[in-house]
């Protein structure tokens, strides 16, 4: 600018020149003074980004690697299709638009949006007045009234749960119970009862602490901090330090970090370059590490309060005027009494309240890992130091990383949660839209939820999959959103088949379903786990629960029985003594994130279904002061077919009971299945 | 849990949405399940090389308890696992250093100590005197192969030709959950599948009526459930605890007033299904999951007398009582030895793998302090039952097929700790090895002079579960599991177990 100031007009030839000149110089000397390494490209564009170099421009016909386009629809092809999804499927992969044309029945579809969104069943009546209103908005209704269900936080938090491996315990020789761990399952749950979008859902998990100025004062300040919670719910082997082995311990639980980070927001594969580099994505060992270095300063908060700033200051407060009080008593040296004395102040002091801390986590800038890239993954045989860095393949340059707070957090955590929700990821929005989808219809579009690489599956429709990643993106991060704009396809509606499987319940829906329809399901809202009694024997499955100790928090607590029957979410998932009843159905490893529940069918489970106490005390308090007909729509939502009715009477001629008939209708694959 | 499936197979062909997630797309037109079917002969029939692995990671899946055949002619079709909790002496047991009696109630010869302290297991030394504790125990030689063993297990002595012993073998945290973990799954964190999880995914089971993986315990190892877990395996090869007393499985009794009109209700249970099912049927709707549940009532049904009628010890005669020790006054040895017989009466029903532990209580054999207090009961509680299965399964014979293993995470110091107690010790310990392939009145690997670490030829967890999977006639390199892209084996990514072929037959 300042040398274009002095340039007097003269001719254009040598306007032009000058023009030239100038440009030259300005660029050499900005060349010059730039210290900064070259800015070296995407793997796509550039062959000497690092990971180009490294497998030799291979790997990068990688599907997910390519930025999420909306594809175009053609308005000529859309014709006959009321939604763009089954449009889209349609011109997926072989999809035969013949596959959705049939659709669910009414009760049918109700049923099914009931078990999808809130995880429970529709009731006779519900099904009924459904029937009954012909108007076309009547299904746009239900589904809003189950959006808008507080149960549907309940249901939709269980799948996140699974992806972040949540438990209340530590795991490992001791699993601790984790008093406050539940602050987060319940954060979870508002969160998708409110809508949270999932851009903020994903940057409070990863740095809540850092975006938060000052102490929290509303809830939703102090679920930025709970979010945070996330980095501390993997396992946490807290007897290491016995054997001198807390090197291991923290390297373990920056692997996990790493490793549950980049599978459950990103679908990236990074357990597999820890100890190498990846056999077959385009990651590097190095990657792993960079993505490590993120976590280098996290730390496990244990001085912030979990309580919001008003509750926090009357506690404050209250201690202060025991402070004032003590006071006198300390400096009052003519006491003739002391142990009076003392007496009366150990008595104040006892009525102070503590503060209460709980599972949050904050940077410590004091200890800075140095992350090194370790051979063989072995924390004992450090190599080269690596600093915080995105995936390489497309993001090679070093990430810009501003702290909110220097003197508070080193802002690698909030870099890291700014990107993967930024534009440029073609990650996050696909892989969390996929998992919507794996949950409405069983199976994602990608397979593989936790994988996005070469060895995951591709998507059956990647036009489909970058459809509703634009949708979420455009609807801002809505998943309320999302799941309305889903289940209002044909394609979701459709009978049993090619897209909609039927689906055998999960443990926590069957055991939540059995307590709804005898009407034993109590609501509550949050709080601490509810712990069932469970025999000695099954308690003996880790020893340390028989050798309590004095912060009470290696043993079972069984809770009051008047709490037994709350939904599943609310039960406690220790890591090294499961629920014998949930575990027959199939409940995942909690230790690492769970990207699909397996499900098997097999003998245990109908023994569980027909012998286990709590069942028949629940089949028991349905037959009461009913008739069989009526077991049918207390229990199944319906009417008996005229056959049904007919082997039942006869059923209960031979002298069989309606408990009987109860149980066996609780066992019936009506019930066990979502249709 | 893996009951009854192998009949559960026989009507029904399992839903796609049992399979493991990292199938190709599954149920999707043109996925790998589509392509292989289209070649007609379905599962088993293929055998073309590149074709193969991918089969074998895959059909484990499909059908879960079909009996698979082995990679190679099998020395052994059956594994009881005996798990001594907390961490036995070797030094105490069966590594006999009689330098201990010289050196007892003096500091560590430095050069044992600087040896030690570069390795990776010089924590071993945390929380230690710097104390030599010599052997409270007397050793001698026995039977014709002239092995050491100490006066704790006069019985398992008697069976000491039969033995193997591995005198050096090592793990990789010098704490009990990392260490078990390790043991059991190949990792010292939690998360992996078992070893007996391994071998059902490898193998399938013999019982047509009973699960393939049975663990036995009063209490369980240190670190819990995530032991014998079936981690990234499916579910079916998830293990089913069976008690040694009362019922043997949870959920197996009926409640009584359930119990009497039981066979009407599942009658009636079967017909509402059949109802059921036909409206699905009408719609050209896949039925397979539906079929599977009703043919697992029927399964649950008969189930509930074999697990029974397996369970039940009193069957056996008097002398075999006498054999196991199910006469012994103390109830820990009673209960110890009912569930080595149990294990026996398992494995000859055709169960592929028994994990079972010795532990009574919290401690185990973790003697930190009082190694004499906490050393000599538990020997007692369970040498006379490992030796009674030992002969039992020989008079038998099914010690030719049944491999043994007792084993525990890691073993102690001979340095002191606490009021004369050992420390644990990751850097050198003892197990051995019998039956099912396994070569007789051996011993291989030692530790130093002092039975402090592994010097001559150490052997990790990996190379042991690569013996054993040898043994089951399974390659150890094939027998993965893809997860998140990643073949996971039990021994590892690395490739870097070695097998001891040396000591198998």
């Not at chain 1, 945070?228 to 001198?244: I, V, W």
């Not at chain 2, 099998?74 to 009689?98: C, E």
Request: net charge negative; charged share 25%; with cysteine.
């Amino acid at each position: 600018m300042r040398l274009s100031q002095t340039i007097k007009p003269i001719g254009t030839v040598k306007r032009i020149l000058v023009y030239t000149l100038i440009t030259l110089v300005c660029s050499i000397s900005l060349f010059a003074q730039d210290d900064k390494p070259k800015t070296i490209g995407s793997a796509l564009q550039d062959p000497t980004n690092p990971i180009a170099e490294l497998f030799a421009g291979e790997r990068l016909d990688l599907w997910s690697l390519q930025p999420i386009q909306a594809p175009s629809i053609d308005p000529q092809a859309a014709q006959g299709f009321e939604h763009p999804i089954d449009l889209l499927l349609s011109n997926g992969s072989a999809a035969d638009a013949s596959e959705v044309s049939v659709q669910a029945t009414k009760e049918k579809l109700l049923q099914r949006l009931s078990l999808d969104l809130i995880g429970l069943r529709a009731s006779y009546q519900q099904i009924k007045s459904f029937m009954e209103d012909q108007s076309p908005e009547a299904i746009d209704k239900q589904i809003d009234g189950l959006l808008s269900d507080p149960r549907f936080g309940e249901h939709w938090a269980r799948f996140w749960l699974d992806t972040v491996r949540y438990s209340d315990s530590n795991g490992f020789d001791w699993d601790e119970y984790r008093k406050e761990a539940w602050r987060y399952r319940d954060f979870v749950i508002r969160a998708f009862n409110e809508d949270l979008p999932y851009d903020q859902f994903v940057l409070w998990q990863l740095a809540g602490d850092e975006l938060l100025e000052g102490p929290a004062e509303t809830q939703s300040q102090l679920d930025q901090l709970l979010a945070t919670g996330y980095l501390r719910l993997g396992p946490f082997d807290n007897a290491a330090k016995l054997f001198n082995e807390q090197d291991r311990a923290r390297s373990e639980v920056l692997t996990d970090l790493t490793e549950t980070t980049g599978a459950a927001f990103l679908g990236l594969t990074l357990s597999c370059c820890r100890c190498h580099h990846h056999k077959t994505d385009p990651l590097s060992q190095q990657d792993h590490y960079r993505f490590r270095a993120f976590f280098a300063a996290t730390a496990f908060d244990e001085s912030t309060s979990i309580l919001l700033e008003p509750e926090q200051r009357l506690i404050d407060e209250h201690n202060q005027k025991i402070d004032q009080m003590i006071e006198p008593i300390q400096a009052n040296s003519d006491a003739v009494d002391q142990k009076a004395k003392q007496e009366r102040i150990d008595q104040l002091r006892a009525q102070k309240r503590t503060k209460l801390t709980g599972l949050l986590a904050c940077d410590d800038i004091q200890h800075i890992d140095a992350i090194h890239v370790l051979d063989q993954g072995n924390h004992q045989k450090p190599l080269e130091e690596v600093q915080p860095g995105f995936p390489s393949v497309l993001f090679p340059n070093p990430p810009d990383i501003q702290a909110p707070n220097p003197s508070k957090s080193t802002g690698r955590r909030l870099a890291l949660a700014k990107w993967i929700v930024s534009k440029q990821n073609p990650w996050a929005a696909r892989v969390i839209v996929n998992r919507v989808w794996q949950n409405l219809f069983g199976q994602g579009l990608v397979a593989t939820p936790n994988d996005f690489g070469i060895t995951g599956s591709a998507p059956v429709s990647r036009e489909l999959l970058d459809h509703l990643a634009v949708y979420l993106v455009e609807h801002d991060w809505s998943i309320k959103s999302l799941i309305r704009y889903i289940v209002t396809s044909r394609a979701y509606r459709a009978e049993v088949g090619t897209w909609r499987k039927l689906r055998r319940l999960s443990a926590e829906q069957m055991r939540d379903v059995l307590l709804q329809v005898t009407g034993e399901l109590q609501h509550r809202s949050g709080g601490p786990p509810v712990w069932p009694p469970v025999s000695e024997d099954v308690l003996q499955a880790n020893p340390a629960v028989l050798d309590d100790n004095e912060t009470k928090t290696k043993g079972w607590y069984p809770s009051p029985e008047s709490q037994l029957t709350v939904r599943s979410v609310y039960l406690i998932q220790k890591r090294t003594v499961r629920i014998p009843w949930m575990e027959t159905f199939d409940l995942p490893e909690n230790t690492v994130s769970c990207a699909r529940r397996d499900v098997s069918i097999v003998a245990p489970q109908a023994l569980a279904m027909l012998n286990a106490d709590w069942v028949w005390s629940a089949a028991k308090q349905s037959a009461r002061n009913t008739d069989s007909d009526e077991l049918f729509r207390v229990l199944l939502s319906r009417e008996p077919t005229a056959q049904e009715q007919l082997i039942c009477r006869s059923y209960l001629d031979e002298g069989r009971t309606l408990e009987e008939l109860s149980l066996v209708l609780l066992n019936s694959n009506e019930l066990a299945f979502a249709p | 849990m893996d009951l009854w499936g192998k009949l559960t197979e026989m009507r029904i062909r399992l839903d796609p949405c049992n399979c493991n997630q990292n199938l190709n797309g599954i149920g999707y037109p043109g996925s790998r399940r589509d392509f292989l079917r289209s070649l007609g002969g379905g599962f088993g029939m293929l055998a073309c090389g590149a074709l193969e692995n991918s089969l074998r990671a895959q059909s484990p899946v499909e059908k879960p308890y079909a009996v698979r055949s082995p990679h190679f002619a099998p020395r052994a079709r059956s594994v009881i696992f005996l798990f001594m909790v907390g961490g036995p002496s070797q030094i105490d047991t069966f590594d006999y250093k009689p330098l201990l009696e010289e050196l007892d109630g003096k500091p560590v010869p430095s050069s044992f100590r600087e040896a030690l302290n570069a390795t990776r297991h010089a924590n071993v030394f945390h929380g230690c005197d710097d104390l030599i504790l010599k052997s409270p125990f007397a050793f001698k030689q026995h039977g014709q192969s002239g092995l050491w063993v100490s006066e704790l297990m006069p019985h398992t002595a008697q069976h000491v030709d039969e033995l193997c012993f591995i005198h050096s073998m090592q793990a990789d945290s010098n704490n009990h959950a990392p260490a078990s973990y390790q043991l059991h799954t190949g990792d010292v964190r939690a998360g992996k599948a078992s070893l007996g999880s391994w071998v059902t995914y490898g193998l399938g089971s013999e019982s047509e009526d009973l699960p393939g993986y049975v663990v036995l315990f009063d209490a369980g190892p240190l670190g819990g459930s995530a032991n014998y877990t079936n981690g990234f395996l499916p579910p079916a090869f998830q293990p089913t605890r069976f008690r040694s007393s009362g019922p043997p499985l949870h959920h197996l009794v009926p409640q009584p007033e359930f119990a009497s009109g039981q066979t009407q209700s599942l009658e009636l249970l079967e017909k509402l299904n059949r109802i059921h099912r036909g409206q699905y049927e009408e719609l050209h709707s896949e039925t397979s999951q539906l079929d599977a549940r009703i043919a697992t009532y029927e399964l649950a049904y008969r189930m509930q007398a074999s697990a029974m009628q397996v369970g039940r010890l009193e069957d056996e005669p008097q002398h075999i009582h006498q054999l196991y020790g199910l006469n012994d006054p103390d109830v820990r040895t009673q209960s110890f030895s009912r569930k080595c017989l149990l294990a026996r009466r398992l494995v000859e029903k055709g169960v592929r793998f028994v994990q079972l532990y010795d532990m009574p209580d919290k401690d185990g054999w973790d003697a930190h302090s009082k190694l004499v207090e906490n050393h000599k009961p538990r020997a007692k509680w369970t040498d006379v039952g490992v030796a009674g299965l030992l002969a039992d399964l020989r008079q038998r014979g099914l010690l030719d097929s049944t491999l043994v293993i007792w084993a525990s995470e890691f073993g102690r110091t001979p340095m002191k700790q606490g009021d004369l107690g050992r420390q644990h010790n990751a850097a050198g310990f003892t197990i051995w090895m019998a039956g099912g392939g396994i070569r007789k009145g051996l011993r291989i690997g030692s530790t130093d002079e002092i039975g402090l670490m592994a010097t001559e030829r150490p052997v990790q967890f990996r190379d042991l579960h690569a013996t054993i999977l040898t043994a089951l006639g399974l390659d150890f390199e094939r027998l993965s599991f893809e997860v998140s892209g990643r073949d996971e084996r039990i021994t590892g990514v690395a490739g870097s177990a070695k097998p001891l072929m040396d000591i198998l037959l």
